[in-house]
């Protein structure tokens, strides 16, 4: 600590990521990578952009991005905000959409940057709780004369339990609370998921924040956004240009625009890691492990007999990574990112080793 701080940041619980060793051999299975690297046109595309226009600033508008982005998704360049990551997009969501009089609702077991946005902007929020099935109940959700949200945020696959809401449970959760935002984080959607775009037209209180990191597999270049209302589009406008004009550089921008067009490669290596999963999924419940229904790239799974984080001790021992939460809940179970067949093979191996 130094006593040069700021008041805010002695009160701040940073987020904490993956662990990103350099270990020879390692199986990652950690931080929710894609095995499969992004669309070949994509990494053209950013070698191509890799010339003396560096010099000067990218687009502070990511136009072309956006207008790419609104021929996928069939609404106007105007309704997508495009920023440097999702997890920047949500920054600014939280900052300028989600602080209100009244408490923001999440689920108790969710992405958790949330709470640490929470933190950082001095937002007020109620956690709700999970079904004991571990899934998001939209009837606890619905606004009543004794309780209403200031704002709503949920992923969707939920993160880290990987379980999704069928579009219509996500639909009665914005139609019953038009009178607040409510935000559909869908980081994971494109593995199996359904999306709310489609809903974005009819309900101007939807906002819908996607990434390039997983499915498109462009986590090193940080490219996310948010697709809503235009009214809502221009208040992200305003708090980004309070804090950084220029967001997505030239690179970045070349490579998610390739990438959006390279429907096909997007496809492909979506449905492997969907097989892959369904795979995995059946090997880890012959070993015994109970195993969350999945529309992600990754499985939330617990085994009755051994602890989670000794299971994750004694793998990272073996140069295999996955993701331990030490939380209430969730305490004894691993968060396993989809890897290519071999190295779930050798996930599997290992597990199989170690439960004995």
């Known amino acids: ?11 701040l619980s940073p987020y904490v990521p993956g662990e990103q060793p350099r270990v020879d051999n390692l199986i990652k299975l950690n931080t929710n990578e894609s095995p499969y690297g992004p669309s070949p046109k994509a990494v053209a595309a950013i070698r191509a952009a890799a010339d003396d226009t560096l010099r ?35 920054a600014h969501v939280f900052q300028g959409l989600l602080r209100h ?47 209403r949200a200031g704002a709503i945020i949920f992923a969707n696959p939920n993160a880290p339990t990987g379980r999704p809401l069928a579009l219509r449970e996500v ?7 038009t009178q607040c935002v409510v935000v559909v984080d869908e980081a994971y ?61 030239r690179l970045a921008l070349a490579g998610a625009i390739a990438s959006v067009e390279d429907e096909a490669w997007f496809r492909d290596t979506c449905d492997k890691v969907i097989a892959s999963r369904e795979r995995l999924a ?23 007999a051994h602890d989670a984080a000794e299971l994750a ?16 809940r969730i305490d004894q179970f691993l968060r396993i990112t989809i890897g290519t067949d071999e190295q779930c093979s050798a996930l599997v191996e290992a597990l199989r080793r170690i439960i004995g």
């Open 101 to 147: 009089e009244r408490a923001l609702w999440m689920p108790d077991i969710t992405y958790s940057f949330y709470p640490v946005y929470c933190g950082l902007y001095g937002i007020d929020y109620q956690t709700v709780p999970l079904d004991d099935d571990y899934r998001i109940n939209p009837e606890n959700y619905l606004p009543s004369e004794n309780a």
């Open 282 to 304: 059946r090997e880890l419940a012959e070993l015994g492990f109970e195993v969350l229904p999945s529309a992600t790239n990754f499985l939330f799974a617990r085994h009755p």
């Open 313 to 328: 001790k004694a793998l990272r021992e073996r140069a295999i990574l996955v993701r331990h939460f030490a939380k209430p």
């Open 56 to 90: 000067l600033y990218p687009d502070p508008r990511s136009q072309a991005l956006r207008d790419a982005l609104a021929k996928r998704f069939g609404v106007q360049a105007e309704q997508i905000f495009v920023g440097n990551g999702s997890d920047e997009v949500l």
């Open 189 to 249: 959607v494109d593995f199996g998921g359904e999306s709310a775009v489609s809903l974005v037209d009819r309900f101007p209180n939807l906002l819908v924040v996607q990434t390039f990191s997983q499915a498109r597999a462009l986590a090193g270049l940080r490219v996310g956004y948010a697709i809503g209302h235009a009214e809502q589009i221009e208040g992200l406008e305003r708090v980004k240009n309070c804090f950084n004009s220029y967001p997505v550089d």
């Open 171 to 177: 639909e009665r959760i914005v139609a019953t609370n």
């Open 1 to 11: 600590m130094s006593r040069y701080w700021s008041p805010v940041v002695h009160g």
